[in-house]
Nanobody, 121 residues
């Protein structure tokens, strides 16, 4: 089993910055990809950014140039640095870990519980 825990959410003013962290822990796994998703009230969950094991990144058009995803392989941790935040960035942000379960050779996906980001003056 793999546990995924997000942290770093909060209230920030428009134009401000915030960094989210997500740590994956457990046994017998290796990270394949990790990503951030978000869900605003009344909306579907949407992709924000992903990063692969080799460091390739992808972003939603709405956050390109403002958000940066990065990772620390030694800590199985992924970060989302958010700048120039807008009220429409307000949502619960979820971390998703797509892992390879070593020994079994199978893939599995785990989600965190989410962290609230509110952009408001």
């Amino acid at each position: 089993q793999v546990q995924v825990v997000e942290s770093g959410g909060g209230l920030v003013q428009p134009g401000g910055s915030l960094m989210l962290s997500c740590a994956a822990s457990g046994s017998s796994f290796s990270i394949y990809t990790m990503g951030w998703y978000r869900q605003a009230p009344g909306n579907q969950r949407e992709l924000v950014a992903t990063i692969t094991s080799d460091g390739s990144t992808s972003y939603a058009d709405s956050v390109k140039g403002r958000f940066t995803i990065s990772k620390d392989n030694a800590k199985n941790t992924v970060y989302l640095q958010m700048h120039s935040l807008k009220p429409e960035d307000t949502a619960v942000y979820y971390c998703r870990a797509h892992v390879i379960r070593t020994g079994l050779g199978t893939f599995a996906t785990y989600w965190g519980q989410g962290t609230q980001v509110t952009v408001s003056s």
